[in-house]
């Protein structure tokens, strides 16, 4: 298995993990957000948390909102991929998905942005979306494929 790979599926298991944290609600409408083959991918992994009685332990979330939180130095690649994926999208879905980032990846986002093009400000996340869920958006979106971002 490549670097790539393996990170790949070590996100997807930590985005497993996550989901199998948050209430059963929260988790069923987060798959249904995401791409077919994303659910498709976790769906497995969480069916084995649950055959194994792994707990639906709230402190990983936790674990997951700190992690985000102390990340090091922004990893310049991941930025750009990120970059990329936003710049297709609406300008306010592009806030929200940006306030979901630790202020150093966001402000490596946001300078891979050409000068010429209006920047789009970072916005709070909708009230009615839990903090695990956010998380659970932000961990899905950040594991993506590189090649799947630039799509």
Known sequence: MNGADQQFTEGLRRAALTLHALAA??????LRQLPPAHGQALEPL????KVLGIP??????QAALRSR?????PDLAQAQALYQALSHED?????????LLAAE????????????VLR????????????ALQEALL???IHTPEQELGA
């Open 91 to 99: 300008p306010v879905l592009q806030g929200q998905l940006l306030s």
């Open 46 to 49: 969480l069916e084995e948390l």
């Open 139 to 141: 961990q899905a979106w």
């Open 120 to 131: 789009p400000t970072p916005l709070a996340m909708p009230s009615s979306w839990s903090p």
């Open 105 to 116: 990846q966001r402000s490596a986002v946001l300078a891979c942005w050409p000068a010429e």
């Open 56 to 61: 639906q332990d709230q402190s990983l979330v």
């Open 69 to 73: 939180r102390t990340m090091a130095e």
């Open 25 to 30: 609600e929260d988790r069923d409408w987060l």
